[in-house]
């Protein structure tokens, strides 16, 4: 376990190999490690330690990655981080990884290296709002509020409880109402990965947007879908 910089990541695989080899990448880009190779030892450690982030194996023994989520974020306090990590091939594991509020996932084999971008990409989601969140005034449109200082969004006077990407997916789209962006572009403006990934994780993204707004995809108050191109926030 490496002195932290950055925050500290649990890293649960029940292969061994695949936990060295990321614990050593994220020690090496500053990050404090904790390792776990089944899913109640997972659960015991981060009772222990309050990781800010869990790199998080799907298929484990014990209890499965998405029971392993479900319990983490059940707990009270500070909200944990989750990146998923599955095999190839299995792309309804990782939408439903998606949909009970994975942050991102990974898909197996991949580069330690981008492994370790995307662990940096979401914990800079998660750290604490920079002076320039703190002054960002609230974005308005019809009876939708968003709050970019407290992340809180509002809906005709009413709460929503939106994910970290939720929210960041939604802030960004409703600053720049009218503009089109393609599927691609919201992954790298809002993900943060320029380079090669998934881009059904936006659209899943997207979908359960439109559910916690109550928007109807063909007649949409607030997320227009441009067919062919990607989606905008109505002006």
């Not at 594991?93 to 009970?100: F, I």
């Not at 005034?137 to 009876?143: A, N």
């Not at 939720?166 to 962006?181: H, I, K, M, N, S």
């Amino acid at each position: 376990m490496a002195a932290s910089d950055n925050g500290t990541v649990l890293v649960v695989d029940d292969e061994p190999t695949i936990v060295e080899i990321v614990a050593r990448y994220l020690e090496r880009a500053g990050f404090e490690t904790l390792q776990a190779m089944d899913g109640p030892e997972a659960l015991r450690l981060a009772d222990l330690h309050r990781p800010d982030l869990v790199v998080l194996d799907l298929m484990l023994p014990g209890l499965d990655g998405i029971e392993v989520m479900r319990r983490l974020h059940e707990r009270p306090g500070k909200r944990v981080a989750v990146i998923l990590l599955t095999a190839r091939g299995e792309e309804n594991d990782r939408l439903v990884g998606l949909r009970h509020g994975a942050d991102d996932y990974v898909v197996k084999p991949f580069s330690p290296a981008e492994l370790v971008a995307r662990v940096e990409a979401v914990m800079r989601r998660v750290s604490p709002p920079t002076e320039e969140d703190e002054v960002a005034p609230p974005i308005e449109h019809g009876p939708l509020r968003v709050e970019p200082a407290t992340r809180r969004v509002f809906l005709d006077g009413e709460e929503l409880t939106l994910t970290m990407r939720e929210f960041d997916l939604l802030a960004y789209l409703a600053a720049r109402p009218g503009r089109v962006f393609s599927r691609d572009q919201l992954m790298e403006a809002v993900w943060e990965y320029p380079f090669f990934t998934d881009t059904s994780t936006v659209t899943v993204h997207i979908r359960r947007l439109r559910a916690k707004l109550g928007d109807d995809s063909t007649e949409p108050r607030f997320i227009e879908t441009v067919w062919g191109v990607g989606y905008r926030f109505k002006p």
